[in-house]
């Protein structure tokens, strides 16, 4: 009867330390737009090489905003000590804007990290690179400015004078980086061909209308056009990009796997595996070290890589300069 005592207490023993040791463990949230991707994979890793004790769960929105409030409702019910969020859509569902703090909609009680925001602070994300403006609110930032990109582009191609782009009204970050186009385009010397994608349709839109679209930019005499920020067309790349090849255009993608495992020609981007390492170290410094998420900096990338697809450019017959090449990455898909 000892040992049989003696081993029920050893039992509840572990039982008591098992739960102690799953409550030490934090539970983190990922929501992601369009699924976990190279970004998603390197958030992971920077949280495993910590030795940090973490859960991580994935929801894929798989692209339709009416899930977010479910992701929400999830993160409380976990409950979530940590919820990482991917793109415009996503972020400004989970935690809508400035204008929104206390906004039972929104998670403000639960600390959030956002990423691949095309621009945080139009969209009243985040107040400024010092701080997110709210208590809750930590993130990063990956973008190259696009008086930049439009420049290499020049660089590129001296003759470069006119720019297609394709957006979606549907995504908040879309609309936004047309209307910056719009503005600064001419300020560069740059003819801009904008065309939203399906115009009318409040849902996503129809894949057909990308061959459509890419049509009416060469009749237009598009070149070059610039991916600026969809969601919609990275996750419809391999149909994006050959149509643009198709009609003799050259696509120049912040999202670098669109040049290495599609038919852009041409990305200036940080990695995303990089930029999930920056979120996992705004992650760490708020559960593991403590850090308040309103009081840390935007995590900016600051490792930009230049991607020529060989292949792409030979189809078109729009080699890069030499100079170009001793700074680019050149592959072949």
């Given at each position: 009867m000892r040992s049989i005592a003696r081993g029920l207490f050893t039992l509840a023993i572990f039982a008591v330390l098992s739960v102690a040791h799953a409550a030490d463990r934090k539970q983190i949230l990922g929501i992601f737009y369009e699924g976990c991707e190279n970004l998603c994979e390197g958030f992971k890793a920077g949280i495993k090489e910590s030795g940090f004790a973490t859960d991580i769960t994935i929801i894929d929105l798989e692209q339709d905003k009416s899930r977010i409030p479910a992701a929400v409702a999830k993160a409380r019910e976990m409950p979530a000590d940590l919820v990482l969020t991917f793109g415009t859509s996503g972020t400004l569902g989970v935690i809508g804007t400035l204008d929104d703090v206390g906004n039972p909609a929104y998670l403000t009680e639960i600390p959030v990290v956002f990423t691949i925001v095309a621009d945080p602070f139009g969209t009243r994300i985040a107040k400024s690179f010092e701080g997110s403006g709210r208590a809750n609110v930590a993130?990063?930032?990956?973008?190259?400015?696009?008086?930049?990109?439009?420049?290499?582009?020049?660089?590129?191609?001296?003759?470069?004078?006119?720019?297609?782009?394709?957006?979606?009204?549907?995504?908040r970050n879309?609309?936004?980086?047309?209307?910056?186009?719009?503005?600064?385009?001419?300020?560069?010397g740059v003819e801009l061909v904008a065309l939203e994608i399906d115009p009318g349709n409040d849902g996503v839109p129809d894949v057909a209308r990308i061959a459509e679209r890419m049509a009416e930019l060469r009749e237009q005499g598009?070149?070059?056009l610039y991916v600026g920020s969809s969601s919609f067309l990275n996750t419809n790349g391999e149909l994006f990009t050959k149509t643009a090849v198709e009609n003799g255009i050259a696509v120049v993608s912040p999202y670098e796997?669109?040049?290495?495992?599609?038919?852009?020609?041409?990305?200036?981007?940080?990695?995303?595996?990089?930029?999930?390492?920056?979120?996992?170290?705004?992650?760490?410094?708020?559960?593991?070290d403590g850090a308040i998420p309103g009081d840390l900096p935007i995590l900016q990338a600051t490792d930009f890589a230049y991607v020529v697809n060989m292949e792409v450019a030979k189809k078109l017959g729009r080699y890069p300069p030499f100079a170009f090449l001793q700074v680019a990455e050149a592959v072949n898909n």
């Open positions: 993130g990063t930032f990956n973008r190259v400015p696009e008086a930049i990109n439009i420049e290499i582009v020049r660089q590129y191609d001296p003759n470069f004078n006119k720019l297609g782009l394709l957006y979606n009204s549907n995504e879309s609309a936004i980086k047309a209307a910056e186009l719009k503005k600064i385009a001419p300020t560069l598009v070149r070059w796997p669109l040049v290495r495992e599609h038919h852009a020609m041409l990305s200036i981007a940080a990695r995303l595996e990089d930029v999930g390492r920056l979120a996992a170290l705004q992650a760490l410094k708020i559960l593991r």
